[in-house]
């Protein structure tokens, strides 16, 4: 069966060609099936859009996802979070610690908190400002701009890379290789689709990425700094192996890039999209902001799903019961989505009560630890963007990444009235 010639209600969740679509036909098909088909089975395909063999219970509504979220040992994470099965090896580079059950879990999660505290997130705050003032500076007075490209990407990039210690010179190159790791099934950054060639460019760009991390971690434990690869791999008591921030790195450094850039451009689209609620954040900043970045990544939803896998026979969720190696995706889109727990889901709306989405995954061991920090990057962006280019707007539609997994949104024309910030 071709791409083309879908059979079944949520068969398109696994077609990459058809998450191209424009998000309105994508987010009906998710409420159809909410309403009539909740948690349908659905066949694998390969980057071609054939079957391959196997299959993935797709839980689309809110109450599921939570459950199983809090249910890791019926429902793991160490047998991977995509939805194909990928060799341990290449699973490395695109997991890390998202790909562990404990006790491996709990180890790193503990060592790699130590980056993350209210008070390490604090001191970033000025840093977080000056980068948005300089890269928003940087096309301000051109009065348009890949609103992706030059300034949603580089912002979260250049703040991980500042965290980590990470000298600018290498900003190009990990923005190249992390889209290459995290948008390996696009063919504007693989273009070789052949499940050889994808798996290749994959393992190439993490062993680049790798041999950096691992050089820098050597330089920290013989000259310890005030970064976070010395935090984590030359402090006292536990620490990271060089191997282990390597994987880390490109988890994070993918997690801080993708996600938090697609949220701000989603976020544009949003303020786009309903001027009435762009208004309202625009001209009360103290009193939104807040609840506007939670609504910009419900909204949003930069990361589409993760997989869990049944941990044996006999495990039971609501009236159904599942078989040890069951694979169940949690659809993130669907449940940030679901009529139940958020009235008007597909409407942007600044004033929503939030606290409940799961745009940064449900509770549970693996609820996102950086999604403060995505915050404090989104929160500092926007008021950033109304002081500096108060009338920016996207114009076209967005060029959506060929990926179920990440919300991503590849190119995004904006325009603004032209102006000097300096």
Request: hydrophobic share 40%.
């Given at each position: 069966?071709t791409?083309?010639?879908?059979?079944?209600?949520?068969?398109?969740?696994?077609?990459?060609?058809?998450?191209?679509?424009p998000?309105?036909?994508?987010?009906?098909?998710?409420?159809?099936?909410?309403?009539?088909?909740?948690?349908?089975?659905v066949?694998?395909?390969?980057?071609?859009?054939?079957?391959?063999?196997?299959g993935f219970?797709?839980?689309?509504?809110?109450d599921?996802?939570w459950?199983?979220?809090r249910?890791?040992?019926?429902?793991?994470?160490g047998?991977?979070?995509?939805?194909?099965?990928?060799?341990?090896?290449?699973?490395?580079?695109?997991?890390?610690?998202?790909?562990m059950?404990?006790p491996?879990?709990?180890?790193?999660?503990?060592?790699?908190?130590?980056g993350?505290?209210?008070?390490?997130?604090?001191?970033?705050h000025?840093?977080?400002?000056?980068?948005?003032r300089?890269?928003?500076?940087?096309?301000?007075?051109?009065?348009?701009?890949?609103?992706v490209?030059?300034?949603?990407?580089l912002?979260?990039?250049?703040?991980?890379?500042?965290?980590?210690g990470?000298?600018?010179?290498?900003?190009?190159?990990?923005?190249d290789?992390?889209?290459?790791?995290?948008?390996?099934?696009?063919?504007?950054?693989?273009?070789?689709?052949?499940?050889?060639?994808?798996?290749?460019?994959?393992?190439?760009?993490?062993?680049?990425?790798?041999?950096?991390?691992?050089?820098?971690?050597?330089?920290?434990?013989?000259?310890?700094q005030?970064?976070?690869?010395?935090?984590l791999?030359?402090?006292?008591?536990?620490?990271?192996?060089?191997?282990?921030?390597?994987?880390?790195?490109?988890?994070?450094?993918?997690?801080?890039?993708?996600?938090?850039?697609?949220?701000?451009?989603?976020?544009l689209?949003?303020l786009?999209?309903?001027?009435?609620?762009?208004?309202?954040?625009?001209?009360?900043?103290?009193?939104?902001?807040?609840?506007?970045?939670d609504?910009?990544?419900?909204?949003?939803?930069?990361?589409?799903?993760?997989?869990r896998?049944?941990?044996?026979?006999?495990?039971?969720?609501?009236?159904?019961?599942?078989?040890?190696?069951?694979k169940?995706?949690?659809?993130?889109?669907?449940?940030?989505?679901d009529?139940?727990r958020?009235?008007?889901?597909?409407?942007f709306?600044?004033?929503?009560?939030?606290?409940?989405?799961?745009?940064?995954?449900?509770?549970?061991?693996?609820?996102?630890?950086?999604?403060?920090?995505a915050?404090?990057?989104?929160?500092?962006?926007?008021?950033?963007?109304?002081?500096?280019?108060?009338?920016?707007?996207?114009?076209?539609?967005?060029?959506?990444?060929?990926?179920?997994?990440?919300?991503?949104?590849?190119?995004?024309?904006?325009?603004?009235?032209?102006?000097?910030?300096?």
């Amino acid at each position: 069966m071709t791409s083309t010639e879908i059979s079944k209600p949520g068969e398109e969740l696994d077609d990459l060609t058809w998450w191209t679509r424009p998000v309105e036909e994508r987010d009906a098909l998710f409420a159809r099936l909410r309403a009539e088909d909740p948690r349908p089975y659905v066949l694998e395909r390969d980057l071609a859009g054939e079957p391959r063999g196997g299959g993935f219970w797709a839980l689309t509504r809110y109450d599921d996802v939570w459950e199983v979220s809090r249910r890791p040992d019926d429902f793991c994470s160490g047998q991977g979070t995509t939805i194909f099965d990928q060799p341990a090896s290449l699973r490395e580079y695109r997991g890390s610690i998202i790909d562990m059950d404990n006790p491996e879990h709990q180890r790193l999660r503990r060592i790699v908190s130590r980056g993350f505290t209210a008070r390490s997130l604090e001191r970033l705050h000025a840093d977080v400002d000056r980068a948005s003032r300089d890269i928003i500076g940087a096309v301000s007075e051109r009065g348009e701009c890949d609103f992706v490209t030059e300034i949603a990407a580089l912002l979260p990039l250049r703040i991980v890379n500042a965290m980590m210690g990470i000298p600018q010179r290498y900003e190009r190159f990990i923005f190249d290789q992390t889209n290459i790791v995290l948008g390996a099934s696009d063919p504007e950054y693989v273009p070789d689709q052949t499940p050889r060639s994808v798996a290749t460019a994959v393992w190439k760009a993490g062993e680049t990425l790798s041999d950096l991390l691992r050089e820098l971690a050597a330089e920290r434990i013989a000259e310890p700094q005030d970064d976070l690869i010395t935090t984590l791999v030359a402090a006292q008591g536990e620490r990271m192996t060089p191997e282990e921030l390597a994987r880390f790195f490109i988890l994070l450094v993918g997690a801080g890039n993708e996600t938090t850039r697609n949220a701000l451009a989603h976020g544009l689209l949003a303020l786009t999209q309903f001027p009435d609620q762009r208004r309202l954040w625009q001209e009360d900043p103290d009193t939104h902001t807040a609840a506007a970045v939670d609504e910009v990544v419900r909204w949003g939803s930069p990361v589409l799903y993760m997989r869990r896998t049944v941990t044996r026979d006999g495990v039971r969720l609501g009236d159904q019961t599942f078989s040890e190696g069951d694979k169940v995706v949690l659809w993130y889109r669907s449940a940030n989505q679901d009529e139940a727990r958020f009235p008007e889901p597909t409407r942007f709306d600044v004033t929503r009560a939030h606290g409940a989405h799961v745009a940064f995954g449900a509770p549970g061991p693996h609820h996102c630890l950086g999604a403060n920090l995505a915050r404090l990057e989104l929160s500092v962006a926007f008021r950033t963007l109304f002081e500096l280019l108060p009338d920016i707007h996207a114009v076209g539609e967005p060029q959506f990444l060929r990926s179920n997994f990440l919300h991503g949104i590849k190119h995004l024309r904006a325009e603004f009235t032209p102006r000097s910030v300096a």
